[in-house]
């Protein structure tokens, strides 16, 4: 299993961007998905999650700015971001939790699995 993130860049403030990420593989089933961040010198941050069902959380900074969602017949969590401001600025992350695949004889899992970073950077 493998999760592949795009969608990063440069942006002004006030501007917007569109992050996905795909997870790819013999992929039975996914939990929750989630997009955190990393900004330099601070700790990674849990930014939004969704679960299957489609209930989603928000870190209070993003609330109204930032929308997560899902495509479960593509494995894909998404990241729509709204009013960016420099603060936003980090590496975004990608994760899936309760990962079950298909393992040829029978299934494997639940395993959690990381993409591996886009850059959103903000200008002022």
């Known amino acids: 299993v493998q999760l592949q993130a795009s969608g990063g860049g440069l942006v002004q403030a006030g501007g917007s961007l569109r992050l996905s990420c795909a997870a790819s593989g013999s992929i039975f089933s996914i939990n929750a998905m989630a997009w955190y961040r990393q900004a330099p010198g601070n700790q990674r941050e849990l930014v939004a999650t969704i679960t299957n069902g489609g209930s989603t959380t928000y870190v209070d900074s993003v609330k109204g700015r930032f929308t997560i969602s899902r495509d479960n017949a593509k494995n894909t969590v998404y990241l729509q971001m709204n009013s960016l401001k420099p603060e936003d600025t980090a590496v975004y992350y990608c994760?899936?939790?309760?990962?079950?695949?298909?393992?040829?004889?029978?299934?494997?899992?639940?395993?959690?699995?990381w993409g591996q970073g886009t850059l959103v950077t903000v200008s002022s």
């Open positions: 994760h899936a939790g309760g990962v079950v695949y298909n393992s040829g004889p029978g299934y494997r899992g639940p395993y959690d699995y």
